[in-house]
């Protein structure tokens, strides 16, 4: 009896270790071979994840060129509530730079709000998945625990088109959300036109 007792506690450590060891963060996948010049042009986001502290909350959209160098931008615009009760549609501006050429899916992102009362910084920007015509995930670490795992990230789901995405895409993207240990943590986005 004492020995079934032991095995059970082991079987349940063993998973609890393998459960952390999934989300792991350099252990999450990106989009192999990701390509920015099938990725530019217009995302509206569906789904968001958020960090802590101000972040656009809906009415959320992205428009990503590419320069002759290489190099992608972005301007985002969405709403944003200042003080509490201020609701304002915010523009942001950014710049995105590849650490490793060998993994063009992990970027680095620099940027702006183009008002002041917008922040500035930097985050990851990784492109966990995409098929460049309906949808992409894209996925930001910005705080690290001990352990290797997220304490403070945030994720949009992004679709070509603002009222949604099929069945067979919205499968993908919640196995996607389970792989970045994000399951169950998303909130619509609200598309209504409003900015």
Known sequence: MDFQIFALV???????????????VDSFTVKEDFEPQRYAGKWYALQKKDPEGLFLQDNISAEYTVGDDGAMVASSRGRVTLFGF?????????QYTVPDAGTPGKM???YQGLASYLSSGGDN???IDTDYDNYAITYAC????????CEDGYALVF?????????AIQRVVRQKQEEICMAGQFQPVLQSGAC
């Open 108 to 110: 680095f992102m620099n």
């Open 10 to 24: 082991m079987l349940f450590l063993a998973s609890v270790d393998q459960g952390l060891a999934s989300c792991v």
């Open 86 to 94: 201020w609701v304002v549609c915010a523009d942001m501006a950014a």
């Open 125 to 127: 920007y990784w492109v």
């Open 142 to 149: 910005r705080t690290l625990k001990d352990d290797g795992t």
């Open 159 to 167: 679709s070509r088109n603002p009222r949604g995405l099929p069945p």
